[in-house]
């Protein structure tokens, strides 16, 4: 019996591969509800708060739902996780870019104990109430804490335009301590 190659060995590993499907391997999860949502904020208003009303006591992932992390798959720096203690209780990893998009729930009274994150496994009516609640409870909270700390709607609702070759953005303004 003769030594293996490394051309046997490549040829190995394509058969074991081919009939265990380790072809159609993908790390994570990488399908999301997309669900988009208009908003006039600007990128920057939504960026700031948007950090700070997740990373607040009343919205913070609790202990129990650290381990339903899926930042992992996606772009870490415009990702977060926004957990809702009231009834129903859920998770939503919500994503921002030139939109403010939903990206996945997680609600065990939808799918247990995982993210729903297929359309298909979206009742419409849950689709319908987890939109209102990420425009209401996330969206005009924003709103709310940049008014209260003084931000002008010039600078709420300014849209980055491209001026004289080049692409302006948001005028930084004073926070008002109250």
């Given at each position: 019996?003769?030594?293996?190659?490394?051309?046997d060995?490549?040829?190995?590993?394509?058969?074991?591969c081919?009939?265990?499907g380790?072809s159609?391997?993908?790390?994570?999860?990488l399908k999301?509800?997309?669900?988009?949502?208009?908003?006039k904020?600007?990128?920057?208003?939504r960026?700031?708060?948007?950090?700070?009303?997740?990373?607040?006591?009343?919205f913070?992932?609790?202990?129990?739902?650290?381990?339903?992390?899926?930042?992992?798959d996606?772009?870490?720096?415009?990702?977060?996780?926004v957990?809702?203690?009231?009834?129903?209780?859920?998770m939503?990893?919500?994503?921002?870019?030139?939109?403010f998009?939903?990206?996945?729930v997680?609600?065990?009274?939808?799918?247990d104990?995982?993210?729903?994150?297929?359309?298909t496994?979206?009742p419409?009516?849950?689709k319908?109430?987890?939109?209102?609640?990420?425009?209401?409870?996330?969206?005009?909270?924003?709103e709310q804490?940049?008014?209260?700390?003084g931000?002008?709607?010039?600078?709420?609702?300014?849209?980055?335009?491209?001026?004289?070759?080049?692409?302006?953005?948001?005028?930084?303004?004073?926070k008002?301590?109250?």
């Open positions: 019996m003769g030594k293996a190659t490394r051309g060995l490549y040829t190995l590993i394509f058969l074991y081919t009939i265990l380790c159609h391997y993908k790390a994570g999860n999301l509800l997309d669900y988009t949502i208009d908003t904020l600007s990128y920057s208003i960026k700031q708060y948007l950090d700070s009303l997740a990373s607040s006591h009343e913070k992932v609790p202990k129990k739902w650290e381990q339903y992390n899926k930042l992992i996606i772009n870490p720096h415009d990702t977060w996780r957990y809702f203690k009231n009834e129903p209780e859920e939503y990893l919500v994503t921002i870019n030139t939109n998009v939903l990206e996945d997680f609600n065990s009274k939808i799918v104990f995982d993210w729903v994150s297929d359309r496994r979206m419409q009516n849950e319908e109430r987890v939109l209102k609640r990420a425009k209401d409870e996330i969206l005009n909270r924003i804490m940049a008014k209260k700390d931000c002008p709607d010039s600078i709420l609702y300014f849209k980055p335009r491209y001026v004289d070759g080049k692409w302006t953005e948001a005028p930084k303004w004073e008002q301590n109250r």
